[in-house]
């Protein structure tokens, strides 16, 4: 694998994603962080858990072989943004950087608002992931952000279809402002459709406008991002 650094963003399962893109790589030295806010990831999940570190042991740290986790100290037991010089020089001594680069409340899609999402300008790719387990569900109860959508800010009861989950996604690719070719979709929770057919409608309608995209479900196809992000390069 070369370096590589990867940006996570979307909902519907970004941590998980970032996890086992971090582990796909773990033979090698991996930054797994943040550009915003996340719950830190703590061993046995990764080699090491960095909080507030020096710029002499987050430098010494990045360059063993396993997952670092490294990041900030922030409120209701996340982790922040590291400062920009470590984080800078903690991404150019990693053989691999992952990090999710917005945040969704745990929700399964989501919209973002202005300076969301937050790409390094290293990223060689952005994963945007999308919650399946939406569908059928209210936009106010399964999109964070959902106001940012006029309509649904004025019927939250909206459930979510075929156009409101596409919606989300072009959204999440366009706020990412990066070349068509940098970025994978993911449609996860597979297991939560009673119409598989209806995702694959949607991987159809993405892989239409040039879009690398694929259904799965990180929960039952744990080796689902190691072969196509990585084996695929």
């Not at 940006?7 to 941590?15: E, F, L, M």
């Not at 990831?41 to 490294?70: D, F, T």
């Not at 993911?186 to 459709?193: F, G, I, K, R, V």
């Not at 598989?196 to 949607?202: D, I, K, S, V």
Request: with cysteine.
């Amino acid at each position: 694998m070369k370096q590589y650094c990867i940006a996570v963003i979307g909902a519907g399962g970004k941590t998980t994603a970032a996890k086992q893109l971090a582990a796909a790589g773990a033979e090698r030295s991996v930054l797994l962080t943040t550009t915003t806010h996340m719950y830190p990831v703590e061993p046995p999940e990764c080699r090491k858990l960095l909080l507030n570190p020096s710029m002499e042991e987050l430098m010494e740290e990045v360059k063993k072989p396993g997952i670092l986790c490294a990041g900030s100290r922030a409120e209701n037991g996340k982790m922040g943004i590291l400062p920009d010089t470590l984080l800078e020089q903690a991404v150019r001594a990693a053989k691999l950087t992952v990090y999710e680069a917005d945040g969704a409340k745990r929700l399964s899609l989501k919209l973002h608002r202005q300076g969301e999402p937050v790409i390094l300008p290293d990223t060689d790719i952005c994963l945007v992931v999308a919650g399946l387990s939406a569908f059928g569900k209210p936009v106010g109860e399964v999109v964070h952000r959902y106001e940012r959508n006029p309509a649904w800010a004025a019927a939250a009861g909206q459930p979510v279809g075929p156009e409101e989950f596409l919606y989300c996604v072009l959204e999440n690719i366009c706020s990412c402002e990066l070349p068509v070719d940098r970025i994978r979709v993911l449609l996860n929770q597979t297991d939560c459709l009673t119409d598989p057919q209806a995702g694959e409608r949607l991987v159809c309608a993405l892989r239409a406008k040039g879009l690398d995209c694929r259904m799965g479900s990180l929960q039952h196809e744990p080796e689902l991002l190691k072969t196509w992000i990585f084996d695929s390069n």
